[in-house]
């Protein structure tokens, strides 16, 4: 069923009743996307992860969700879907190509869609001033068209206030917070350590300290000399010297239950950050545990994602395989 969706919609989670809503609302069925957001209203957790899904399949039918704000003006999670595919739209406008390489045609669709999206999801926030979900949405915009620089870091705030532990409110946080955008590597690290102080195990925040060393190590292959860039390439030295502190938080999640929506993406972070390392075993417990679907972050770095996340398990299963082989020579 995933099939039917359109590239933009991530489906690295595990929730049927999720997917079939994106599915019906490409179709062009709001009624079941907004009967589906009326029953997670009390989960914060899977209300994110829902209009994160539902706007990303809403940008497909984008002027039927326009015209269904236009005739229901206070509907909030009418508005709430609206802006969230307005967000997308940005993005899919922007493209996915550096700043250097993407035209002032990309540059127009993402400033206009963003505008958009800011305003219908001001609207939801002035309707509902208690609700995360508009502060938490409106992360995307301020990472791809901030109105201005410290933008990213207030809404945040706003999010935090709500409910402190939204793990993609957070991970928007992080990109914000890197150098290749509005930060520097002290403000990512600095955040993606404090984000992950005393939750319980298996909460998925412990993911952000990989997120954040992958996002060093792409800086040092993509923004550095070329020497530079071959050495980290080949060896992967700086995520060698990292190992310690993503052991410690892999172990945090690996303790869990895994009952948290973004579980899975969570693992797979983990699993792209050892699949780097050719880790094997930690990558084979994360690769476990992470669902069937690959996310686009942080595989995407790589290439095709769905590629490289089979690329993933393919390497574990070699590798289990030599494993038996050798233990099946060994038995008398």
């Not at 590239?7 to 999720?18: A, R």
């Not at 935090?160 to 957070?170: E, G, I, K, T, Y």
């Not at 955040?191 to 300290?209: K, Q, Y």
Request: charged content about 25%; proline content about 5%; hydrophobic content about 45%.
């Amino acid at each position: 069923m995933v099939s039917q969706l359109p590239s933009c919609v991530g489906t690295d989670f595990d929730d049927d009743e999720l997917v079939n809503a994106a599915v019906s609302l490409v179709a062009g069925d709001i009624d079941s996307a907004l009967r589906l957001l009326a029953l997670v209203r009390a989960d914060p957790h899977r209300r994110e992860l829902a209009f994160d899904v539902l706007g990303a399949a809403g940008n497909a039918v984008l002027p039927k969700l326009l015209d269904a704000a236009e005739e229901h003006r206070d509907d909030v999670d009418l508005l709430l879907l609206l802006g969230s595919a307005q967000s997308v739209a940005g993005w899919e406008s922007r493209g996915a190509a550096g700043a250097n390489r993407t035209s002032e045609e990309q540059w127009t669709g993402l400033r206009r869609f963003s505008a958009a999206a800011h305003r219908t999801l001001q609207r939801a926030a002035e309707l509902d001033p208690a609700d995360v979900q508009p502060w938490a949405l409106m992360m995307s915009m301020a990472v791809a068209m901030p109105e201005y620089r410290r933008e990213a870091a207030d809404v945040h705030d706003e999010v935090v206030r709500r409910v402190p532990d939204l793990f993609n409110a957070s991970f928007r946080r992080l990109h914000a917070a890197c150098a290749k955008w509005y930060g520097s590597h002290e403000e990512m690290y600095g955040f993606a350590r404090g984000a992950v102080e005393g939750l319980p195990d298996g909460h998925p925040m412990p993911a952000l300290i990989p997120a954040a060393h992958i996002e060093m190590q792409v800086y040092l292959t993509w923004k550095t000399s070329f020497a530079v860039r071959m050495w980290q390439g080949v060896t992967r030295s700086y995520l060698k010297k990292q190992r310690a502190e993503v052991d410690a938080v892999s172990d945090r999640l690996l303790a869990g239950s895994d009952d948290h929506p973004r579980s899975p993406w969570a693992h797979q972070i983990f699993a792209d950050y050892y699949y780097r390392l050719f880790a094997t075993d930690r990558l084979a417990a994360h690769l476990a545990r992470g669902g069937e679907r690959a996310s686009q972050w942080p595989w995407g770095y790589s290439g095709d994602a769905a590629a490289e996340f089979a690329r993933a398990h393919a390497w574990v299963a070699r590798f289990q395989d030599r494993w038996e082989s050798r233990s099946a020579r060994r038995t008398p």
